[in-house]
């Protein structure tokens, strides 16, 4: 019996995934994040979820897209079986990235403020200025006040965003080539565009990992990517914006402010602040 | 600034104010979905199977009689130079294999595509790459449309495959009669020449509009009959048809 790719036997479940993301959404309540006595709800459930799915998907996506070749480079797999296994695994992992995709996105469609928070501000230039400049020990620099996610991580996020874009349009379509007959002139353009919008993934991915679990001052922020959670110690030097949102108050102001005595608004700037 | 006091999160409009609140709404389509894209899968079994579709069969035939190839590779050469514009023997789509030990007539034998009537390389593709032209009925490749899997070329019954992977260009390829010979100044295809046809000294590759009887090792034919073969002294003409002749 012939052997078949599951692009083809299976192709359906490119087809379920989406939908099924978006099921799953519109079933989930989410949680909003909350201080809980030394420690700060960041993550709930469904953002894990959708982050180790979309996350996961992307790397073997990345993976098993560049063996398979990228562009102009040429690919790393040669003979038909390897590139047969190569895209199984391809096929695999389109499954979980679209699963894990548009059940964030069905969830930030239900709270905006979900997407919001991960769009740059007009402190973006500032912020990031300020806190990369004091990790590189430049003493004239402060910690920003930042929020929930960093600035820099926000403009980030818009690449993220734009190439995740592109790779699902354009692998759709990839996709359904293994269904339907897709003219060939939109297959020359869908194909180099697929291309390119993975470098672009693949440099956003790459800066991700090193920001976000590589280097030690980042571990707290990973840990929650497990458990949720972070110390709230972690959140005052590092979100004190998002702190502040959270209704955050220093124990001797929120004491003074039960006894009805005025509380001098924080600073903007936050400078002061130390974990 | 963004200020989630001012933005909260999306009120969930009840059904009484607005009909169908966003999460609802969400809920409808992810099931819809889910369930067209299931009931799709049961749905497809009632359906035809590929199988019991017609294949247009091809406009014509190449049949090569091995026992008249002198092994001079020509036709490859010259399959390389139509298609490709030089002369590569491992881009060539017609194929001539010597064994150094082997006696005539089992020491040379060439390897055509047979255009065969239920195309296995056609079936296995899984983009539409490999198709069957509506025009001449020729079994051919879209090199746009080819994703370089190489289904195709394991899927051929024959050995070697007649469906080849171009190692240059990264795509599959196969005989299309050259119909598609950019570097011919001929026209080519079941209507026009075949540049492997054209060079054969020997005269060991002709073309035919008629199907061949094919077993199950392919077609081979008898083009030495009535030619000065007969008076080559060989103790007669050896015999045609079969697999091997």
Not at chain 1, 243 to 272: C, W, Y
Request: net charge negative; with cysteine; hydrophobic share 40%.
């Amino acid at each position: 019996m012939q052997r078949k790719l599951l692009f083809d036997s299976f192709t359906w479940l490119v087809w379920l995934a989406p939908f099924a993301g978006i099921l799953a959404a519109g079933l989930t309540k989410r949680r909003d994040p909350v201080i809980e006595g030394e420690r700060v709800l960041r993550h709930d459930v469904a953002t894990r979820i959708e982050h180790w799915t979309h996350g996961i998907g992307t790397l073997v996506l990345l993976v098993s897209g560049i063996a398979l070749g990228v562009w102009f480079l040429p690919a790393l797999v040669g003979s038909g079986e390897s590139v047969w296994t190569m895209m199984n695994v391809h096929f695999g992992a389109v499954v979980v990235f679209l699963f894990g995709t548009f059940y964030y996105g069905a969830n930030t469609l239900l709270e905006k403020k979900r997407f919001a928070e991960h769009l740059p501000t007009k402190n973006a230039i500032e912020y990031t200025k300020r806190h990369y400049g004091l990790l590189l020990g430049m003493k004239k620099f402060t910690m920003p006040p930042e929020k929930k996610y960093f600035e820099s991580e926000r403009m980030a996020y818009l690449l993220a965003l734009a190439s995740t874009s592109v790779i699902i349009v354009t692998g759709i379509l990839k996709v359904a080539a293994h269904a339907m007959n897709v003219p060939a002139w939109l297959m020359a353009v869908m194909t180099p565009a697929h291309d390119i919008a993975a470098i672009a993934m693949l440099a956003f991915f790459l800066a991700h990992v090193f920001f976000a679990a590589v280097l030690p001052m980042s571990w707290p922020i990973f840990r929650s990517m497990f458990t949720g959670y972070v110390d709230l110690d972690y959140a005052k030097h590092e979100h004190a914006g998002w702190l502040d949102e959270l209704g955050f108050k220093e124990p001797d102001a929120a004491h003074a402010a039960e006894a009805g005595e005025t509380v001098a608004p924080q600073s903007s700037d936050n400078s002061e602040r130390k974990s | 600034m963004v200020d989630n006091n001012t933005n909260p999160a999306e009120p969930e409009v009840s059904a009484d104010q607005k009909g169908l609140s966003r999460r609802q709404f969400l809920i409808g389509f992810g099931g819809l979905g889910v369930g067209l894209a299931l009931g799709g899968i049961f749905g497809g079994a009632f359906l035809l199977s590929d199988e019991v579709i017609a294949i247009q069969a091809s406009g014509g035939w190449l049949l090569v009689d091995t026992k008249k190839c002198s092994g001079c590779t020509s036709c490859m050469m010259a399959c390389s130079l139509a298609h490709h514009g030089e002369t590569n023997m491992s881009l060539s789509r017609i194929q001539i294999t010597q064994d150094p030990f082997g006696k005539f007539p089992d020491d040379i034998s060439i390897a055509q595509c047979r255009q065969c009537p239920y195309p296995s390389c056609v079936e296995a593709c899984p983009t539409g790459a490999m198709h069957v032209d509506k025009v001449t009925g020729v079994r051919t490749v879209d090199v746009a449309k080819c994703i370089g899997c190489e289904r195709c070329v394991n899927a051929c019954p024959f050995t070697p495959s007649r469906a080849l992977w171009n190692f240059e260009e990264k795509h599959s390829q196969k005989c299309d009669l050259c119909k598609d010979s950019p570097f011919w100044d001929e026209d080519g295809g079941p209507d026009g020449k075949r540049a492997c046809e054209e060079v054969c000294s020997m005269g060991a590759i002709k073309f035919t509009r008629e199907l061949p009887v094919q077993s199950e090792d392919g077609y081979e034919t008898d083009l030495r009959t009535g030619t000065a073969w007969d008076t080559l002294g060989f103790g007669g003409s050896p015999k045609s048809g079969g697999a091997l002749g």
